[in-house]
C-alpha cells in the first residue's frame, strides 16, 4: 500500500500550486483523505479533507477560501488546489488516508504519504 504525494516547489506568495496525491493498494472508494502540513516548529496539523461517502470537504480555517480539495475515484487520487498562496504556508505536505472517518485527527487515519515540500517566498 502506499500514497505518494507530489507537486509541491518554490512559488512567490500570491501564487499557486496544485499536490497531487497517487495511492495504490487500497480500495480508494472505501477512504476518507486528508491533506496536512508540517514545519519544524509545528505539530502536524489539517489543512483539507474530503469523506468516501459523500466528497464532503472541510477545510482549516486558515486556508477556508484559498484551497479546495477534490478526488478522483477513477483515478485513485486526492488533489490540493493551492491559491493565493501565503509565506506561512511553506511546510512539508502530507496525505493521509483513513478508513474509519475524516477529520484533521491525525490519529484517525491510518496511512500516510511521505511528504511534499512546499515554500511560498515573499
Known amino acids: 500500500l502506499q500514497l505518494q504525494a507530489s507537486g509541491g516547489g518554490l512559488v512567490q506568495a500570491g501564487g499557486s500550486l496544485r499536490l497531487s496525491c497517487e495511492t495504490s493498494g487500497l480500495t480508494f472508494d472505501d477512504y476518507s483523505l486528508g491533506w496536512f502540513r508540517q514545519t519544524p516548529r509545528m505539530e502536524r496539523e489539517g489543512v483539507s479533507c474530503i469523506d468516501r461517502v459523500a466528497g464532503r470537504t472541510d477545510y482549516s480555517d486558515s486556508v477556508k477560501g484559498r484551497f479546495t480539495i477534490s478526488r478522483d475515484n477513477a483515478k485513485n487520487r486526492v488533489y490540493l488546489q493551492m491559491n493565493s498562496l501565503r509565506p506561512e504556508d511553506t511546510a512539508v505536505y502530507y496525505c493521509?488516508?483513513?478508513?474509519?472517518?475524516?477529520?484533521?485527527?491525525?490519529?484517525?487515519?491510518?496511512?500516510w504519504g511521505q511528504g511534499t515540500l512546499v515554500t511560498v517566498s515573499s
Open positions: 493521509a488516508a483513513s478508513i474509519s472517518s475524516s477529520g484533521f485527527d491525525v490519529d484517525v487515519y491510518d496511512y
